[in-house]
C-alpha cells in the first residue's frame, strides 16, 4: 500500500501557517490531558518485575498489551487491527521444556534405570541442539570420537559414548554421524576431562528454557541434525555405575544399556501489536492516517535478573498512552491518527515488520506519516534528539515541523539522531511503505539494556514535554492548504 505521490511535495515544504499551532490555543484540552503523574504511574507499572521485562513472546508482553488496550477501551478510541485492537503476526519458538524433557538410560538385564533431569544432569552444548528430538537406542563407547578410534565401527540404530576430551565437539559429532550413531551422549565426569564444560553448558540450558525465537516466515535458525547430550559429572558416573563399569570403556565397547531422549518443547507463537485508531472528522481528509508508533516490548530476564526497560521503551510507549489520552480529551482532528504499539523491536523491528508488509487501515485510508518515540526519558532535559536530521537525505517537512514546536517544549537542543536511522522502528514504514518518518528520541546513557534501566531514574516532566510536542505537530498537520490534493 503506497500513500498519494503528493505527500512528499507537503512534507518538504510544511508552510508557515502551521507555525500557528505551536501557540497554546485551542489545543489546551490536549495539552492538559498529557500529565507527567500519570506518565509516572503508567511507566512504574510497564516496567515492574510482574512483567518480566517484557520479551518477546512472553506472559508479561501480553500483559503489557492488555493494559494498553484497556486504556485504549476506556478513551473511547476504535480498534485498528482487522479483529479488535491487536494485530497479530507469528513467531517460531525453539525451546527444551524441562517437562516434557527427560533422558531415561536403562540396564534391561537387571531391571535398573536412572532417569535424568535436564539442565541439572545432562546438558546440550549449544542453540543448535535447541530441537525436537525422541531418540532410542543403544551405547557403543567411541573413546574421544576421533576418525582413528571410529574406524571400522558401525554404530548404526545405537548412541555414540564419547568422552569429554581435546577433540573439538563439531568434529567428534560429524565423525559419529558419518559412523552412523544416531546421538552423541557425552561424559564429562570421571575420565571425561570434565571442568572446562560447566559454565557453558549450565548458560546453554538456561537459554535453551527460556527458548529461541524466529520469525516464523523468515530464515530458520540453524539446528543440529545429530541429537548430543552432555552428562554433569554426577550423572556421568551414575551412568557407569548402571552399566557396571567403573571408568570410561574402550572404544568398540557396547554397554549394557538402551538410552531413551525425549526434548520438546518447540512451537509456533502469535505475538501481538496494538493498534487504537482516532478517527478523523474530515470526511476527506480522516482517509489520511497520521501513525505515530513506539515499540513496546524489551529484553526480557535471564534467570533471575529481569531488565524492567523503563527508559527502553516503557517511556516512549506510556508516552504514546498519554497521546491517547490528548486525543481523546481534544476530540477527533480532520485527519485519522493510528497509535501503533509494535512489539518485537529488539529482536530486529518484528512487529513494524510485520505492519507495514501488510498495513491494516479502515477501507479506502492511506499512511502518510510516521512519528516513532523510542527512549524520550533521560538525558538533557531541555535537549531532544531526531533523525532524519537537516544533514540526511530524507529531511524534510516533517522534521522541519519537529523543528520548528520544539521550542514550544522547551526543547532548546534539537540534536541528531542520523547514527539511529536504521535502529528503530520509523525504519520499516520507510522502507516497506514509502512514507516519510520523524524519529525522536533522547539517546543512549549507562543504564542501556541493563538492569539498572528503571523508573526511579526517569525525567517524566521530559516524557511529558516530548509528548506534548508530538501532539503538536499532529495537530499542525491538520490545515486545508497540507491536503495531498
Known sequence: MRPLHLLAAFLLAVPPAAQEHGSRGALGPGLDAIDSARIEADVRFFSDDMLAGRDTPSPGLRTAARFVRARLERLGFTPGAGDGFFHTYRVSVRRIDPELTRLVL?????DASEDLVFGRDYFVYSSKH???????????????????ELEGLDLSGRWALALAGDTSVTRRARNVERAGALGLLVLTGPGGGDERFDERLERTAETATRGIVSLAKGKEARTATLPMVFLSRDASARVLALAGVRTAPAPGT???????????????????????????????????????????????????????????????SMGLLALAEALAAQGPLRRSVLLLWVSGEEKGLWGSGAWTEDPVLPAGAVPVCDLNI?????????????TPSPDHVAYGGLSRLVHELAASEGFRDVGSADAYWSRSDHMNFERNLGIPVAFLFSG?????????????????DKIQRVTRLVFRVLCALQDDELSLQ
Open 106 to 110: 536403562r540396564a534391561p538385564e537387571d
Open 130 to 148: 535447541v530441537m525436537d528430538v525422541d531418540v532410542e537406542g543403544g551405547l557403543v563407547a567411541c573413546g574421544d570420537g576421533t576418525k582413528a
Open 254 to 316: 557396547e554397554l549394557p544399556l538402551i538410552a531413551h531422549e525425549v526434548r520438546t518443547g518447540s512451537g509456533v507463537v502469535d505475538v501481538e501489536n496494538v493498534c487504537g485508531l482516532w478517527p478523523g472528522s474530515d470526511p476527506e481528509l480522516s482517509r489520511e492516517v497520521l501513525i505515530v508508533s513506539a515499540h513496546y516490548d524489551h529484553i526480557g530476564a535471564r534467570g533471575d535478573a529481569i531488565y524492567n526497560g523503563a527508559d527502553d521503551n516503557a517511556s516512549g
Open 374 to 386: 523510542d527512549m524520550i526519558g533521560r538525558n538533557a532535559p531541555d535537549s531532544v534528539l531526531i
Open 444 to 460: 543512549e546513557h549507562a543504564d542501556y539494556h541493563r538492569q539498572t534501566d528503571t523508573a526511579e531514574k526517569i525525567d517524566y
